[in-house]
């Protein structure tokens, strides 16, 4: 799929050279021209390309960012002034974002590109000579992936436009989020009948992998019935469990047998839970998570040496989740004296050490962050100890293919996984909904957890409460950009997680707890230019 991704930019970068240069009659809104595009299978697979690329290219940035970001799992502390960057990180941690807010306006953009995007390419199959089943087949596709990035404008904003004419020639008027909920279902149901269903033919998930199917849908659904009673204030937790099962019906998902495979930098379609990822490599440009997420001066022991941020880390409550003995998930994390990696996600007993005038002294990461006190969410500086504060993370495992131009990783990104589906029948079925049996199981809460917790040899559970589920979810599903999502629905995004301030001082900075920060605004560009939107309350 990564070559795919590659072949199609550039398809798409060619013809649309040719079409710009030499075919100068043809309409401003399409590159395309009948006579040369599409016609075979490849012209298909690349006109959708900028469907995919587009969500590459800010999915595991500055979406990411809004999803975690802004809970404790995920937190940029400023280093005596470095990595500050307007404030914008720390309005994330503290819930005080503003209409103009650069993930707030770019994640916006991203989105409503993409449903544009695929509006157009729509209009290009409409327009092309293929026949009605390879029109049919994909436009399903595209529909499929226009409802999930609603889903994810949704989610974030709130009350959204909804958009389907390509050309757009009407400012499109916010709609109230119940509303873009119904158009999102009914979308996925309409398509589902016409996508592809993951085989055990290996040939044919590869073709399949980081695109639409029924899998996608199926789980997509299910995050929308799950999340029904804030999205829509009715709960659907029944519909949730029967999107879940629908997913596992298909045998070809299955648990993998080591956790850390899923995240490693030549993952791929033979990760057999994955239900949906988005393909990363060196040149599919997005995924830094070891730019910001790893530490520099441990380049050298893990095969690579390029220049990294020391900044971004997890915060002491979060990481304190990670305590089940044996737990493999629990080696995501670096925290406590470093040293070299075994290549098998282990560390051998070899130190790593600080680089000169400190080569001497053994790298230390320490899980708490204190904050100075004289800038705002400032740890400092200090390369043996406030450099080193912060739990990092190996869970997207350091490429070594990393270059110091780029500087980006080609560990592709999970979006829907079968632990995650696990996951959210236990919860719903907690919630209220009645247990089913699938593929001869009969399943409960308790056991859908410990099917997870099995993989990743941590002790089974003897008994399962609703926050124990969250816990879960946070040591399964860290940093995939679920955990707003489930702090949302869990009543605790509003929870806070003070720092200590050197001397025992308060923290000046506070967060805002008020409910409307469970959707981020409208952003500022937005309202400027169009006046049929409508700013959500509390902004």
């Given at each position: 799929?990564?070559?795919?991704?590659?072949?199609?930019?550039?398809?798409?970068?060619?013809?649309?050279?040719?079409?710009?240069?030499?075919?100068?009659?043809?309409?401003?809104?399409s590159?395309?021209?009948?006579?040369?595009?599409?016609?075979?299978?490849?012209?298909?697979?690349?006109?959708?390309?900028?469907?995919?690329?587009?969500?590459?290219?800010?999915?595991?940035?500055?979406?990411?960012?809004?999803?975690?970001?802004?809970?404790?799992?995920?937190?940029?502390?400023?280093?005596?002034?470095?990595?500050d960057d307007?404030?914008?990180?720390?309005?994330?941690?503290?819930?005080?974002?503003?209409?103009?807010?650069?993930?707030?306006?770019?994640?916006?953009?991203?989105?409503?590109?993409?449903?544009?995007?695929?509006?157009?390419?729509?209009?290009?199959?409409?327009?092309?000579?293929?026949?009605?089943?390879?029109?049919?087949?994909?436009?399903?596709?595209?529909?499929?992936?226009?409802?999930l990035?609603l889903?994810?404008?949704?989610?974030?904003?709130?009350?959204?436009?909804?958009?389907?004419?390509?050309?757009?020639?009407?400012?499109?008027?916010?709609?109230?989020?119940?509303?873009?909920?119904a158009?999102?279902?009914?979308?996925?149901?309409?398509?589902?009948?016409?996508?592809?269903?993951?085989?055990?033919?290996?040939?044919?998930?590869?073709?399949?992998?980081?695109?639409?199917?029924?899998?996608?849908?199926?789980?997509?659904?299910?995050?929308?019935?799950?999340?029904?009673?804030?999205?829509?204030?009715?709960n659907?937790?029944?519909?949730?469990?029967?999107?879940?099962?629908?997913?596992?019906?298909?045998t070809?998902?299955?648990l993998?047998?080591?956790?850390?495979?899923?995240?490693?930098?030549?993952?791929?379609?033979?990760?057999?839970?994955?239900?949906?990822?988005?393909?990363?490599?060196?040149?599919?440009?997005?995924?830094?998570?070891?730019?910001?997420?790893?530490?520099?001066?441990l380049v050298?022991?893990?095969?690579?040496?390029?220049?990294?941020?020391?900044?971004?880390?997890?915060t002491?409550?979060?990481?304190?989740?990670?305590?089940?003995?044996?737990?493999?998930?629990?080696?995501?994390?670096?925290?406590?004296?470093q040293?070299?990696?075994?290549?098998?996600?282990?560390?051998?007993?070899?130190?790593?050490?600080?680089?000169?005038?400190?080569?001497?002294?053994?790298?230390?990461?320490?899980?708490?962050?204190?904050?100075?006190?004289?800038?705002?969410?400032?740890?400092?500086?200090?390369?043996?100890?406030?450099?080193?504060?912060?739990?990092?993370?190996?869970?997207?495992?350091?490429?070594?293919?990393?270059?110091?131009?780029?500087?980006?990783?080609?560990?592709?990104?999970?979006?829907?996984?079968?632990?995650?589906?696990?996951?959210m029948?236990?919860?719903?079925?907690?919630?209220?909904?009645?247990?089913?049996?699938?593929?001869?199981?009969?399943?409960?809460?308790?056991?859908?957890?410990?099917?997870?917790?099995?993989?990743?040899?941590?002790?089974?559970?003897?008994?399962?409460?609703?926050?124990d589920?969250?816990?879960?979810?946070?040591?399964?599903?860290?940093?995939?950009?679920?955990?707003?999502?489930?702090?949302?629905?869990?009543?605790?995004?509003?929870?806070?997680?003070?720092?200590p301030?050197?001397?025992?001082?308060?923290?000046?900075?506070?967060?805002?707890?008020?409910?409307?920060?469970?959707?981020?605004?409208?952003?500022?560009?937005?309202?400027?230019?169009?006046?049929?939107?409508?700013q959500?309350?509390?902004?």
């Open positions: 799929m990564k070559k795919i991704f590659k072949i199609c930019a550039a398809v798409i970068v060619s013809i649309g050279t040719f079409s710009s240069c030499t075919k100068l009659d043809v309409p401003v809104e590159q395309y021209v009948q006579s040369n595009f599409p016609v075979t299978d490849a012209d298909y697979t690349a006109l959708l390309g900028s469907i995919y690329s587009n969500l590459s290219s800010s999915f595991a940035v500055p979406y990411w960012r809004m999803q975690d970001m802004s809970t404790d799992e995920a937190i940029l502390p400023a280093r005596d002034g470095n990595f307007g404030g914008q990180y720390r309005q994330l941690h503290y819930h005080t974002w503003t209409f103009d807010h650069p993930n707030v306006i770019s994640v916006w953009q991203w989105g409503f590109g993409g449903i544009n995007t695929c509006n157009r390419v729509i209009s290009v199959v409409n327009a092309s000579k293929a026949t009605a089943a390879k029109k049919a087949s994909t436009i399903a596709e595209i529909r499929a992936m226009r409802a990035y889903y994810f404008m949704m989610d974030l904003y709130g009350n959204v436009p909804i958009i389907t004419d390509f050309p757009v020639t009407v400012q499109p008027a916010t709609q109230p989020r119940a509303k873009v909920y158009f999102i279902e009914s979308e996925l149901k309409a398509v589902l009948p016409l996508l592809p269903a993951k085989t055990s033919n290996a040939a044919t998930n590869v073709t399949q992998y980081g695109r639409a199917t029924k899998g996608m849908v199926f789980a997509t659904l299910a995050k929308m019935y799950l999340n029904a009673g804030v999205y829509i204030n009715t659907h937790y029944q519909d949730a469990v029967t999107m879940c099962d629908s997913v596992q019906a298909n070809n998902y299955f993998d047998a080591k956790y850390r495979d899923i995240f490693l930098p030549n993952n791929g379609p033979q990760i057999n839970e994955t239900i949906f990822a988005i393909p990363y490599d060196q040149q599919i440009p997005g995924n830094q998570f070891t730019r910001f997420g790893f530490f520099y001066y050298n022991a893990y095969g690579f040496n390029v220049g990294l941020s020391i900044a971004m880390s997890t002491p409550e979060f990481y304190n989740r990670f305590n089940l003995p044996g737990d493999d998930r629990t080696k995501t994390w670096l925290a406590g004296p040293f070299y990696p075994d290549g098998n996600g282990g560390f051998t007993n070899q130190p790593v050490y600080y680089p000169a005038p400190n080569d001497k002294v053994q790298i230390n990461l320490i899980p708490t962050l204190t904050l100075t006190g004289l800038k705002p969410m400032d740890v400092g500086n200090d390369v043996l100890t406030s450099q080193s504060e912060g739990v990092r993370s190996i869970k997207y495992y350091p490429d070594p293919t990393t270059t110091q131009a780029t500087r980006l990783n080609g560990n592709d990104v999970p979006v829907f996984r079968l632990a995650d589906i696990y996951l029948k236990a919860e719903a079925l907690l919630r209220g909904a009645t247990p089913t049996m699938i593929n001869g199981e009969q399943q409960t809460a308790l056991s859908l957890v410990n099917k997870v917790r099995l993989r990743s040899h941590a002790p089974a559970a003897t008994s399962i409460a609703l926050d589920i969250l816990d879960e979810r946070a040591r399964e599903l860290s940093w995939e950009a679920w955990r707003r999502n489930d702090l949302i629905r869990f009543g605790q995004f509003e929870k806070d997680y003070p720092l301030v050197v001397g025992g001082k308060a923290d000046d900075l506070q967060m805002n707890k008020d409910v409307t920060r469970r959707l981020y605004p409208v952003p500022s560009t937005e309202l400027k230019t169009n006046p049929n939107l409508v959500n309350p509390g902004y």
